[in-house]
Every structure is written in C-alpha cells, then in structure tokens.
C-alpha cells in the first residue's frame, strides 16, 4: 500500500516492518517523532529514557538478548550516548541494533552544527543517509540485515529536511527476528585484553563493508551525459536533481561510511568535471581527493547552513530550473518568545529584578536570554548550567556567590543535571541551582521524564521526586515556590542567594499548553486605570500590547496568571471588564 509519510514517520514504519522490538530515546528535535510514531505499534516496547547514553546502553542490552532494538536522538545527542557507541563498535550485537542521529543544518532547534557523519568514521560503523521518506523506510530494514551480516551497530544519519518533509512510501509486513542469547566473555567483556583481540575484527569488519558498498544498490549512478558528474547524498541529491535535471550525471550515495572506492573511481573516469555537493563538513569530498581524483566541492559552496536548489545552482553556474514564489509585502519579523502563562516568565522576572548572573540551560527558559528579560548568559550543553556555575563560583567566590544562579528544567536535570548538582554537593561551592519545574519535557513537544510520573504512553510510572533527590545528593536548602507568585519567587531568591551553602529552587508550574492545565478567564485591562506606565510589559507576555497609549489583553492568548496584574501600580488587570 501507497501512503504520504513524514520521514520520521516512515522511519518508524521501518522500524516496525524490521521486527524490531524495543525503542529507548530521548526527545530531540529534529528526531522526536521517529519515536513517538513507533509507539503506536503495540508490537514494539518504546521508552523515553533520561538521557542518550542510558538509551543506547538499553537498546544494546536489548539487543544482547536477541531481539532488533533502536535508539534515536539528534546530532548533540550523540555526543552523550559517544561513549557506548565507541565500544559497541568492537563488542558487536546479537540482534540487529540501530541507531538514529538527525543533524539539524541551519541550527533551526539546536545550538551547533554538527555533521555526524565524523562519528561514524571515528567509532568506525556503517552509516546510511536517506535521501527521501521511501528510502528512510527501506534503510531501516536494511540497517538491520547490515547489523546482524556484520555483527555491528548500523547509523541511521536524517536530516532536518528529510525528517520532517513528505514523501511516498510503500509499506510492507512485518517480519519477526529473534536469537538466543550466548554468553560469550571475550566479546561482550571490553576489558583490555579483549578488547585488543576485538580491534581488528573491526578493522576486517570495516574492509567487508567497503567491499558492500561497492555493489550495494542504495549507492546508484545516474549516468546522463558525460559533461558533468556531481557526487552526493541525502537531501543535497533532491536539489541536485531539481537544479540539473538530465543535464548532470550522478551518483547517490546511501551508504555514506565507509564509503566506496571503485564505484566513485569509475564514475570520476566517465565524466569531464566532477563535484561533490553535500551539506556542512567536506567528508565525501575528502574521501574523493584521498583517492587522487580532481574534484570541486567545498571551494565553491558554504560548510555553514543549509543548502538550497538556488545556492546550488548559484555556486555551480548553472541556471536554476526551479522557479520560486516572490513576495511583494516585507513579512514582518516575530521573534520567539516564551508563550502566555508560561510558568518561566515570573521566575526570570524577579532573578532581572535583583540584576542575578544567571547560567542557562536547555530548553524552553532558553528565551529568558531574548529582551525584555535578558537574563540568561550562558547556554552551552544539556546539564552545564550547573557544573559552571559551581566554576564561577569557585573562582569568583563571594565576588558572585551572592548573585548568580544556575537555571535548568525538569527533563533536563534528570538528563545531565544531577551530575553537575553532586559536583556542587561534594565540592562545596556555594552556589543556587533553580530547577524549573513545568512537569513535561517542553520545547520538543511535551515527552514525559521521571519525574513526571508518566511514560511514553502516558500510563502511570515510577516517580522521582525532585526534593527528596536533591536532598540524598546532599543539598540541605530545598524549597518550592510558584512561579506565578512574584513575591514569593523574589523572596526565595534573596533568601537561598545570601544562605551560607549550596542550595535548590524548585520554581514548580505545569506548562501552560498542557491539555491537562485548567486555566483561569483571560484578564481585561480597565483603561480608565490604565495610565500607560508599560510596568506589564517587562515580561515579555505576548498577550499584552499597548494601543493608543493603554495596555491591551488580547483575549484569545491570556490564560489568566495574574503575573502582569501583580506589576501593575494602578491595579488596572481583573478578570471582568
């Protein structure tokens, strides 16, 4: 049967027609709903794990004992779940294991751009990159022969585009794999002695695969004319054939390491000029001019951002064949703002309220750093708000200790917060940690976390209560507060700041898009009160605006939190016109 799919959606078709078993990930966009469609087969166990590594170190556990495991994230995650994949290279699988990593060119969700591409050449595993939903289908079930042929963890490599473009499928059934497990020592033991003899199993592994990749049909040549052949992958080979139509030969590389030799040696010898078109690091360029060949890639087109059909026909000199829509009115600018009621709001009011030095984290509180709060400073990686607070504070001592606080979500704690939090706890900076408790895993779309007391299905699951955690780590300062109630968060933040030891806010709200969240009735602004002062307009809250000199609620946005009425020095905010 034929059907419109988002790539991620087929993947997980992929996934279910392979027979795989178990899924462990953790949210990440632009991989998310790779996971969050699995979940819908009934024949596959999904979980949202606390972070990346615990989800590879599952799904290898799962596969260990002998049915297909996947584990997805996005191209920073992988730096986490790095460590695992490394040894997995050289211990091997049992049943097939797959694992998904979604670069995200142009940084639409992300803090870098990472090509992950050099990870799969470093841990030395296969990696295939689809170039569309169909081939996002059908090299999920060959990732999982090419996993058990050659006993190895198998790279999934999507992208922003093809992750959450449409395409056709083809959908098939399902085909149910299982194998005994075996207790085998000097494979699955990485301790030196084995894992010296394990070395150069991979290194043959890795011949084999180049030997594969000669013949195997995801890497084609479409051979046109012999004026011009263009090398490339993944999204850059939809663009390519847009652009070029008939008037470029090419070869499409879906298997992108190892990568082959005579196949592109072949190619290069049929054709006068030769380029390589593929987005961010020059990896297939690289591998091209290793072999000797004169190649054109990088020198012509940016390693910054993402490709389109009109910077590549600019940057090669052709005429581009793809015509675009033109717009005669200037769009106006929205910049991203945290959403009205969003429990964040009132908190970073009162840490710019008392001028704190505030170290982020991420997720949504990231937009404390865009005006009219500005507060954050600092956003660096999942968790390192806190281990560089404790160095700020180590260094700058009673300099910053009094002032500055470390930031960090619910979701983002349990991934790589608690680490940072036993570094404070037992190396004794003085520092405050502020955990923004909003009860989901927010920018990715709303996952549950264990903290939530949800899983993946959103059925009741074991519970990690915050307090008493940071309590076990040592942290004798553990308080709640609302985030929606100024004084009380203001308060709070005096208070733990000049304490003499480390300590943790929980700033405890649910997010205000939740379907479970009940609101209060939008405010209205009595304009007769009103005296123009903009005090409400400190926080940021897309909700209010100002119009002929008075403040305006727009009623479709307010949910009713009462933080802009407790700025108000005229009182002028109710809940009745």
Same mark, same amino acid.
């Given at each position: +049967?034929? &059907?419109?799919?988002?790539?991620?959606?087929?993947?997980? @078709?992929?996934?279910?027609?392979?027979?795989?078993?178990?899924?462990?990930?953790?949210?990440?966009?632009?991989?998310?709903?790779?996971?969050?469609?699995?979940?819908?087969?009934?024949?596959?166990?999904?979980?949202?794990?606390?972070? &990346?590594?615990?989800?590879?170190?599952?799904?290898?556990?799962?596969?260990?004992?002998?049915? @297909?495991?996947?584990?997805?994230?996005?191209?920073?995650?992988?730096?986490?779940?790095?460590?695992?994949?490394?040894?997995?290279?050289?211990?091997?699988?049992?049943?097939?294991?797959?694992? #998904?990593?979604?670069?995200?060119?142009? +940084?639409?969700?992300?803090?870098?751009?990472?090509?992950?591409?050099?990870?799969?050449?470093?841990?030395?595993?296969? +990696?295939?990159?689809?170039?569309?939903?169909?081939?996002?289908?059908?090299?999920?079930?060959?990732?999982?022969? $090419?996993?058990?042929?050659?006993?190895?963890?198998?790279?999934?490599?999507?992208?922003?585009?093809?992750?959450?473009?449409?395409?056709?499928?083809?959908?098939?059934?399902?085909?149910?794999?299982?194998?005994?497990?075996?207790?085998?020592?000097?494979?699955?033991?990485?301790?030196?002695?084995?894992?010296?003899?394990?070395?150069?199993?991979?290194?043959?592994?890795? @011949?084999? !695969?180049?030997?594969?990749?000669?013949?195997?049909?995801?890497?084609?040549?479409?051979?046109?004319?012999?004026?011009?052949?263009?090398?490339?992958?993944?999204?850059?080979?939809?663009?390519?054939?847009?652009? =070029?139509? &008939?008037?470029?030969?090419?070869?499409?590389?879906?298997?992108?390491?190892? !990568?082959?030799?005579?196949?592109?040696?072949?190619?290069?010898?049929?054709?006068?000029?030769? =380029?390589?078109?593929?987005?961010?690091?020059?990896?297939?360029?690289?591998?091209?001019?290793? !072999?000797?060949?004169?190649?054109?890639?990088?020198?012509?087109? /940016?390693?910054?951002?993402?490709?389109?059909?009109?910077?590549?026909?600019?940057?090669?000199?052709?005429?581009?064949?793809?015509?675009?829509?033109?717009?005669?009115?200037?769009?106006?600018?929205?910049?991203?703002?945290?959403?009205?009621?969003?429990?964040?709001?009132?908190? =970073?009011?009162?840490?710019?309220?008392?001028?704190?030095?505030?170290?982020?984290?991420?997720?949504?509180?990231?937009?404390?750093?865009?005006?009219?709060?500005?507060? $954050?400073?600092?956003?660096?990686?999942?968790?390192?708000?806190?281990?560089?607070?404790?160095?700020?504070?180590?260094?700058?001592?009673?300099?910053?200790?009094?002032?500055? #606080?470390?930031?960090?979500?619910?979701?983002?704690?349990?991934?790589?917060?608690?680490?940072?939090?036993?570094?404070?706890?037992?190396?004794?900076?003085?520092?405050?940690?502020? $955990?923004?408790?909003?009860?989901?895993?927010?920018?990715?779309?709303?996952?549950?976390?264990?903290?939530?007391?949800?899983?993946?299905?959103?059925?009741?699951?074991?519970?990690?209560?915050?307090?008493?955690?940071?309590?076990?780590?040592? $942290?004798?300062?553990?308080?709640?507060?609302?985030?929606?109630?100024?004084?009380?968060?203001?308060?709070?933040?005096?208070?733990?700041?000049?304490?003499?030891? /480390?300590?943790?806010?929980?700033?405890?709200?649910?997010?205000? !898009?939740?379907?479970?969240?009940?609101?209060?009735?939008?405010?209205?602004?009595?304009?007769?009160?009103?005296?123009?002062?903009?005090?409400? +307009?400190?926080?940021?809250?897309?909700?209010?605006?100002?119009?002929?000199?008075?403040?305006?609620?727009?009623?479709?946005?307010?949910?009713?939190?009462?933080?802009?009425?407790?700025?108000?020095?005229?009182?002028? =905010?109710?809940?009745?016109?």
């Amino acid at each position: +049967m034929k &059907e419109l799919m988002l790539g991620n959606k087929a993947l997980a @078709r992929g996934l279910w027609e392979a027979g795989v078993k178990f899924v462990s990930s953790y949210p990440g966009t632009p991989s998310t709903e790779i996971t969050e469609e699995a979940v819908k087969f009934d024949d596959i166990y999904c979980e949202w794990a606390p972070n &990346e590594k615990v989800a590879m170190e599952s799904a290898f556990g799962a596969s260990l004992a002998g049915r @297909r495991a996947f584990c997805g994230q996005k191209h920073v995650g992988l730096n986490v779940a790095a460590d695992p994949l490394f040894t997995l290279s050289y211990t091997g699988v049992n049943a097939g294991l797959v694992v #998904v990593v979604a670069d995200d060119a142009g +940084m639409h969700s992300s803090q870098n751009e990472q090509d992950s591409r050099h990870y799969a050449i470093a841990a030395k595993v296969p +990696m295939l990159e689809p170039s569309d939903s169909a081939e996002a289908l059908n090299f999920a079930k060959l990732a999982y022969e $090419i996993s058990e042929t050659y006993d190895t963890p198998v790279i999934i490599k999507m992208c922003t585009r093809v992750a959450h473009s449409q395409s056709v499928v083809e959908t098939g059934e399902r085909v149910e794999v299982a194998k005994a497990y075996e207790k085998n020592i000097a494979k699955y033991v990485m301790m030196p002695g084995n894992a010296k003899k394990r070395h150069p199993i991979v290194e043959e592994r890795t @011949r084999k !695969l180049i030997e594969y990749a000669e013949t195997t049909p995801i890497n084609r040549v479409e051979f046109t004319t012999d004026e011009i052949g263009i090398i490339t992958s993944s999204t850059c080979y939809q663009y390519v054939k847009e652009v =070029f139509g &008939e008037s470029a030969s090419v070869l499409k590389l879906g298997m992108i390491n190892p !990568l082959p030799v005579e196949l592109i040696k072949n190619f290069a010898a049929r054709v006068k000029k030769l =380029f390589v078109v593929e987005e961010l690091d020059p990896i297939i360029e690289t591998h091209v001019k290793t !072999l000797g060949l004169a190649v054109e890639g990088s020198e012509l087109l /940016p390693r910054i951002d993402e490709f389109s059909q009109n910077l590549i026909a600019e940057k090669l000199g052709v005429r581009c064949q793809v015509s675009g829509v033109s717009l005669d009115d200037a769009i106006p600018a929205r910049p991203p703002v945290m959403c009205a009621g969003c429990p964040h709001r009132g908190l =970073f009011y009162s840490l710019k309220k008392r001028k704190c030095t505030v170290l982020g984290d991420i997720g949504c509180y990231t937009l404390g750093a865009v005006p009219p709060l500005s507060t $954050i400073e600092l956003t660096l990686c999942m968790g390192a708000s806190i281990g560089a607070t404790h160095g700020f504070n180590k260094m700058l001592g009673a300099a910053s200790e009094g002032k500055t #606080v470390a930031v960090i979500g619910d979701s983002t704690f349990m991934h790589s917060g608690m680490t940072g939090l036993a570094n404070v706890a037992y190396n004794q900076s003085n520092s405050t940690v502020i $955990i923004l408790d909003n009860s989901i895993t927010g920018m990715t779309g709303h996952q549950q976390n264990p903290s939530t007391g949800l899983n993946i299905k959103g059925d009741p699951a074991g519970k990690i209560d915050l307090e008493s955690l940071c309590r076990a780590m040592g $942290i004798n300062r553990v308080r709640v507060v609302d985030p929606y109630n100024l004084a009380e968060c203001d308060t709070a933040i005096k208070e733990e700041l000049a304490a003499p030891e /480390p300590s943790v806010i929980i700033s405890r709200r649910p997010c205000a !898009l939740l379907k479970t969240v009940k609101h209060n009735p939008p405010l209205y602004v009595d304009k007769d009160k009103c005296i123009g002062c903009k005090s409400c +307009m400190k926080i940021g809250c897309p909700a209010i605006s100002m119009k002929d000199g008075k403040a305006v609620v727009d009623q479709t946005q307010c949910v009713g939190c009462n933080v802009c009425s407790q700025l108000c020095p005229k009182k002028a =905010f109710s809940c009745k016109l």
